[in-house]
């Protein structure tokens, strides 16, 4: 979902669940996209990325699917775990472009 | 491998003095280095790119004067937070790329600074 202000859209599993965080990004011309995990007082870890070519990338437990008609991502963590729990953010980088522009972020809560 | 540290991990300092934060990669050459900051609940915004030996690039609305970047080494950026300001206070986080993979970045621990 959107971000409101201050308040990330959060999203509580419990532990042994599958998650399913949401992503929509801006630029049709993005031909890359990335998931990181951000821990509190961290800074981003890699998690997995897909190029525009594909519709779907699996890593482990993680699996990134894109829908390019709609620009949508998602990521999907099969068993979550409660050290997923962390801040989810999605980046894309438009083609020929070094930089890369950042989602809004979704909180991920994992209860034991 | 490719490992980015940052020093300070935090700082705290009174308002109107500068602040600098180091990101260094570690165990590969960064040609390009990006420096990021994140409010509370936010996401990260780019606020410039810098390769080494050459000027900054900045983001629209970022002050090149305030913000100080400096990329004399293919392992070593520096920000300067110039005559800091409470509304400076937030976490800046640099990461770092190579000319061959630009989009992909690493990216540092992040330091906090808070202007009191």
């Known amino acids: 979902g959107e971000s409101v202000g201050l308040h990330l859209p959060t999203l509580s599993v419990q532990e042994g669940d599958n998650s399913i965080i949401n992503c929509a990004y801006s630029?049709?011309?993005?031909?890359?996209f990335i998931w990181y995990k951000q821990e509190s007082g961290k800074g981003p870890q890699f998690i997995i990325d897909?190029?525009?070519?594909?519709d779907k990338r699996q890593g482990q437990r993680v699996t990134v699917l894109l829908n390019k008609t709609v620009k949508h991502l998602s990521l999907q963590i099969a068993a979550t775990q409660p050290g997923d729990s962390a801040v989810y953010f999605c980046a894309e980088n438009p083609s020929g472009y070094s930089t890369l522009t950042f989602g809004k972020g979704t909180m991920l809560l994992v209860s034991p | 491998g490719a490992v980015v540290s940052q020093h300070p991990s935090w700082v705290i300092c009174k308002s109107g003095t500068s602040v600098k934060i180091e990101c260094r990669s570690l165990?590969?050459?960064?040609?390009?280095m990006f420096w990021y900051r994140q409010f509370p609940k936010q996401s990260l915004m780019l606020m410039a790119t810098s390769n080494e030996g050459s000027k900054a690039t900045y983001e629209q609305g970022v002050e090149k004067d305030k913000f100080l970047i400096n990329h004399a080494s293919l392992t070593l950026s520096t920000l300067t937070v110039t005559s800091a300001h409470p509304e400076d206070s937030s976490f800046y986080i640099c990461?770092?790329?190579?000319?061959?993979?630009?989009?992909?970045?690493?990216f540092g621990p992040g330091t906090r600074l808070t202007v009191l």
């Open positions: 897909i190029r525009s070519n594909m």
């Open positions: 165990d590969f050459q960064a040609t390009t």
């Open positions: 990461s770092a790329a190579t000319s061959g993979s630009l989009h992909e970045q690493f």
């Open positions: 630029n049709s011309a993005s031909d890359y």
